[in-house]
């Protein structure tokens, strides 16, 4: 299984970005698929929870209402869409599959994709 995140970079206060998360191997539409980020010395940090089917998704109180996630099942793929970023939005951001939504919440994932880094400059 591999899970093989893009779209990071840098960008300016204000600016939005979107990230994708392209599966590969993986059963997608039975999984639920989160979006995560971490910076040095911190925990990582869960933005994004979405159940199997995508009816339902959880966002922190930190990022709700400027993220939104999404899942193509097609496609195999999530995004992340960023809006009116912040400094403090900078971070290398993952995506992650786990069995269960509330898996994601408490970042007990089975599957991590690698991380793409996002700069937010002032």
């Known amino acids: 299984v591999q899970l093989q995140a893009s779209g990071g970079g840098l960008v300016q206060v204000g600016d939005s970005l979107t990230l994708s998360c392209t599966s590969s191997?993986?059963?997608?539409?039975?999984?639920?698929m989160g979006w995560f980020r971490q910076t040095p010395g911190k925990e990582r940090e869960v933005l994004a929870a979405?159940?199997?089917?995508?009816?339902?998704?959880y966002y922190p109180e930190s990022v709700k209402g400027r993220f939104t996630a999404a899942k193509d099942s097609a496609e195999n793929t999530v995004y992340l869409r960023m809006n009116n970023l912040k400094p403090e939005d900078t971070a290398v951001y993952y995506c992650?599959?786990?069995?269960?939504?509330?898996?994601?919440?408490?970042?007990?994932?089975?599957?991590w994709g690698q991380g793409t880094q996002v700069t937010v400059s002032s």
């Open positions: 191997g993986l059963a997608f539409s039975t999984y639920a």
């Open positions: 992650a599959a786990a069995n269960k939504l509330h898996d994601l919440v408490i970042l007990n994932a089975v599957y």
């Open positions: 979405m159940n199997p089917k995508a009816t339902s998704t």
